[in-house]
């Protein structure tokens, strides 16, 4: 029997959704409603075919890119799907999930339901949909070849660079003063950092960025970012 | 409370040198305050090269080494490249991407050469002459601490001055001059420059505290006006959520208990409150003068899908992901609903949305399958015909297709072209 995990944080919602889709589709679903409990929702099942993902988690530190990213992680096999209000809210978040992870399809949240449902079994039947028109315009025509998860190597050169993002991470008003203070760099050194890491960041859409915006790039990527973080760490 | 290492000490002094250009990653536009700093300190040293000069003509000639002759050239110049520099980086905002360490390293040429200009054409106590330099500093040293993220506390600087190891230096330098020289020498001329020097740091911390002042008082001034907006944007959307939503689900709920509508209808009903909602929120995005034109054709894109039309073809973000004026936007919105709902309640089955832009035009291209229709046909009076006279001429173009008619509304981006479509209307 096929498998779906669904995560999404509009608790009432989702029960009726998952109902609709075990009553239609004939599939089991699975339902998480906070990022915290897809790890314990994983273990649970005994396979998983498709997660159904909703990106926006106002109430908690991360998105939905975080349970991808574990879902990703814990299940390669499975299909990734993205569930969304498609709104500039979380444009930045699609982008990145769907340049970055084999998403097979998105759906908005506003779409009629039997079309939610057809999208739902395409991609557990063909592997793919196609996204839905109201959020393909949040997305590129196509996805740029160059950025993979790989390619967060290259913004952790060395243990130096890892102290810089941890710095970052942590930084509420993100300053040279600030970053140097919390990752015990001299300023001229994050400053360093800083243009050490320009070409690498130009292929994740960051053209010259201030600290603010590295900041905000590392806490949207941060589970693509932290497992370089802990590699340099750890050596 | 942490002390400050020597180390320490010498990184922040050596930030202070490389100045504001070093650290500012942000872009040409800077608040109100920065602005007021840069030109104070482009002003200040204005200012001191036009005090040099008026000195060095008023006060008669002084026969000296060539390096005395040529002090006033380099003392003008040396203040003009600063305050060229700094006025041109507060007026564009364009940085000079030059490394950290020439940077330091030009920059304390610089200041040497400020000082011992200044001195050799200012001497004695016409040294006094010298302090708007005094202001310059504090400017430069406060616009490189903001942009550095740091907190100055200029007003410890004069103790800290006085206490430290080159003023110490200083003063046992000058005490044993004037024991072993001509005591008349020294307090003539030396002492003065030491005077002067007293000066600029007392100059420099209230003018980098007076600055500090006005920027916390903008700070606060600011925070007071988002206050302010943002309550009365919270009234609104109070107001909005009573009026107009609970208004709306009451009477869909008062229908449904009365069962005057059929249940099919309630979806219906409550597809419209939510493209109502959509509206509202594409209205409240406007406000904020970034608007994308995604945004603009996304409410109509659901709507099409929720009338249970099949969306061929839509616009990747590559099309349009381009930020419009709010009046464009506006424009560009009306365009869209007009031609959806046309071709919606012509009978349309399948919908094919592109857009394209030129530097004069942005145009939404909408493909439908509801027959055919001609620009001669557009109803007088009707929604069509009223954009065809609010774009002007030619910017409506309706284009009979196999199945259906394609129409291409263009929106005048420039000011000219909009201008050209009132008188055209």
């Not at chain 1, 009629?112 to 196609?130: F, K, R």
């Not at chain 2, 009338?307 to 004026?325: A, E, F, K, Y």
Request: aromatic share 6%.
């Amino acid at each position: 029997m096929v498998q779906l995990l669904l995560v999404d944080d509009a608790g009432a919602l989702a029960e009726l959704f998952a109902i609709a889709i075990e009553s239609k589709l004939g599939h089991l679903v699975a339902v998480a409603v906070a990022l915290a409990d897809v790890g314990d929702a994983l273990k649970t099942l005994e396979h998983l075919d498709l997660a159904i993902v909703d990106l926006s988690f106002p109430q908690e530190q991360g998105t939905g890119l975080d349970a991808l990213a574990e879902i990703h992680l814990a299940c390669p096999s499975a299909k990734l799907a993205i569930i969304t209000q498609g709104d500039m809210w979380v444009a930045q978040v699609l982008r990145d999930a769907w340049e970055l992870l084999p998403i097979a399809t998105v759906i908005s949240k506003s779409a009629p339901l039997a079309y939610q449902l057809a999208a739902i079994e395409s991609v557990v039947t063909t592997g793919s949909a196609p996204v839905d028109p109201a959020v393909q315009t949040l997305l590129p025509a196509s996805r740029p070849p160059l950025r993979t998860l790989s390619s967060f190597a290259s913004l952790v050169h060395h243990g130096g660079h890892a102290k810089l993002w941890t710095a970052l991470l942590s930084a509420s008003d993100p300053s040279y003063k600030e970053v140097a203070d919390r990752s015990g760099l001299k300023l001229n050194t994050v400053k360093n950092y800083r243009a050490q890491l320009l070409p690498d960041l130009i292929m994740h859409g960051l053209n010259d960025p201030t600290l603010r915006q590295m900041r905000d790039f590392a806490i949207r990527c941060r589970p693509f970012l932290t497992p370089y973080l802990d590699l340099r760490d750890s050596k | 409370m942490r002390g400050t290492t020597a180390s320490q000490s010498t990184e922040r002094s050596l930030a202070l040198i490389a100045g504001r250009e070093a650290w500012s990653d942000e872009g040409p536009t800077g608040s109100a305050v920065t602005k007021v700093a840069g030109v104070v300190e482009a002003a200040a040293f204005l200012i001191a090269a036009v005090l040099g000069w008026t000195y060095q003509l008023t006060a008669g000639s002084h026969a000296g080494t060539p390096v005395i002759v040529f002090a006033p050239f380099a003392f003008s110049m040396v203040c003009l490249l600063f305050s060229a520099r700094q006025l041109l980086l507060t007026l564009t905002g364009r940085k000079l991407h030059i490394p950290y360490g020439v940077r330091v390293t030009v920059r304390s040429m610089l200041a040497l050469a400020l000082m011992t200009s200044a001195f050799a054409v200012m001497p004695g106590w016409a040294s006094l002459n010298t302090w708007p330099i005094g202001i310059a500093l504090g400017a430069d040293a406060v616009l490189t601490s903001w942009a550095l993220g740091w907190h100055l506390r200029p007003l410890r600087w004069w103790p800290a001055f006085v206490l430290s190891p080159y003023h110490l230096g200083a003063i046992g330098g000058l005490l044993g001059a004037a024991t072993f020289q001509q005591s008349g020498s020294v307090w003539s001329t030396a002492f003065p420059v030491l005077v002067a020097l007293h000066s600029w740091v007392i100059i420099a911390s209230l003018t980098a505290w007076g600055l500090n002042q006005l920027d916390e008082s903008e700070k606060a001034d600011r925070q007071r006006l988002y206050d302010t907006a943002a309550t009365v944007e919270h009234q609104k959307n109070a107001h909005w959520m009573h009026d107009d939503l609970c208004a709306q689900l009451r009477l869909v709920s008062i229908q449904v208990q009365s069962r005057s509508i059929e249940f099919e209808d309630v979806a219906q009903l409550l597809d419209d409150l939510d493209h109502q909602i959509r509206l509202r929120q594409l209205d409240a995005i406007f406000a904020t003068e970034t608007v994308r034109v995604a945004e603009i054709i996304q409410p109509w894109l659901r709507r099409a899908q929720n009338n249970g039309v099949l969306i061929d073809r839509v616009p990747s973000l590559d099309d349009v992901s381009m930020v419009v004026s709010t009046e464009v936007g506006r424009e560009f919105s009306h365009a869209v609903s007009v031609l959806t709902s046309n071709a919606l309640n012509a009978g349309a089955t399948r919908l094919s949305f592109d857009v394209t832009r030129t530097e004069e035009y942005l145009s939404i291209i909408i493909t439908d399958d509801a027959g055919g229709l001609s620009a001669s046909e557009l109803p007088v009076g009707r929604a069509l015909w009223s954009l065809q006279q609010d774009l002007g001429d030619g910017q409506l173009v309706v284009t009979p297709t196999d199945t259906g008619t394609m129409v291409q509304a263009s929106v005048a981006r420039t000011e000219r072209n909009r201008r050209g479509a009132i008188v055209a209307r």
